[in-house]
């Protein structure tokens, strides 16, 4: 019904002589009347439920009939993940990603007090490490005032020990403000990685489609099945995937969804939550698995983790069914 019930002394305590306080269930996806209207008829309800209970009628049959109950946030993993490995289960819930098979036990919320060892290491982040012994000792008890961590930055640098030859950065901000608190660490990972860019330098910007090459990749039509552009965006205010939680996700897909249903001519298009969504009033349950497939197989939706490197950096910190998929479908 949309509704949920507390004691009287506020969040998780009890009814004091049969007396329950009432409010909505849901925050984000409706409109404020909605809000109100939804808690109007749904406690009128109850009270006509109560008035007949009190007659000693029975009301079995009236009640809303729910095949799974609703819980908020949402508990436990959706059935497509459930089906993966057990190691893949371990980094898609709530909490940090650790798995002693896979050697992901570094833990960015509870940083040890030196430096683990990065001797086989290879990333762009182990080489700064190297190079400079005392960054860890620097930054270990500073936070940003979001509250990220120099851990959960390096989380994924410490769990994945890379490979010589396809060298990784080792590193991911936690918010804006990581790269300015932890400037020690990113300045020369950023640096090294994107050809000695240096901390003070401007990125330039050009827009102007008709500057773009003339070359047609593969003028055959034999070997390039589907190409795309992808241009990646933050949102300020809110933290990034090594700590951004389930909260978070939730308002930050409400911006982004507003946003995007604003486009218009060929940019307009809809929203697909993933299945099992319930943040999403106009798809309360998310995509049907249908349009998941199909979407999947375009290229258009993100296929469930296989790598320590995307599960310690957070990229998927919580259930599947809770990540955010902002599509754009025309």
Not at 17 to 27: F, K
Not at 288 to 299: D, V, Y
Request: glycine share 10%; proline share 6%.
């Amino acid at each position: 019904m949309g509704l949920q019930a507390r004691g009287c002394g506020g969040v998780d305590s009890d009814s004091v002589g049969g007396t329950w306080d009432i409010s909505n269930a849901d925050r984000l996806g409706k409109s404020e009347v909605e809000l109100v209207n939804i808690f109007i008829e749904g406690v009128a309800q109850i009270i006509q439920w109560e008035k007949k209970l009190e007659a000693g009628e029975d009301i079995s049959s009236e009640l809303p009939k729910i095949e799974k109950p609703i819980s908020y946030p949402p508990t436990g993993l959706s059935e497509s993940v459930k089906k993966l490995p057990e190691w893949i289960q371990a980094g898609c819930g709530e909490k940090e990603y650790y798995c002693e098979e896979k050697g992901a036990t570094f833990l960015g919320g509870d940083m040890p007090e030196t430096c683990p060892d990065l001797t086989n290491h290879s990333s762009f982040f182990a080489d700064a490490m190297k190079a400079d012994p005392g960054i860890y000792e620097r930054l270990k008890d500073k936070k940003t005032s979001l509250g990220v961590t120099l851990g959960h930055c390096i989380k994924t640098g410490v769990d994945n020990p890379g490979h010589p030859h396809i060298k990784t950065c080792g590193l991911v901000a936690g918010d804006e403000e990581s790269y300015t608190v932890f400037a020690d660490i990113f300045d020369p990972v950023v640096s090294s990685r994107h050809n000695g860019y240096a901390a003070d330098a401007l990125h330039p910007t050009d827009l102007d489609v008709d500057k773009l090459s003339k070359t047609k990749i593969d003028p055959t039509g034999r070997y390039v099945l589907t190409s795309r552009c992808r241009t990646g965006r933050s949102v300020r205010g809110f933290r990034l995937p090594p700590v951004c939680d389930f909260e978070e996700r939730r308002k930050l897909e409400d911006v982004i969804v507003k946003s995007l249903l604003t486009l218009e001519g060929d940019l307009a298009g809809d929203y697909f939550p993933l299945h099992g969504s319930q943040s999403y009033q106009p798809k309360p349950t998310g995509m049907s698995l249908e349009k998941e497939e199909e979407l999947r197989n375009a290229g258009n939706l993100f296929q469930e983790p296989d790598s320590t490197l995307l599960l310690s950096s957070g990229k998927l910190l919580l259930s599947f069914r809770q990540l955010l998929q902002c599509l754009v479908h025309n």
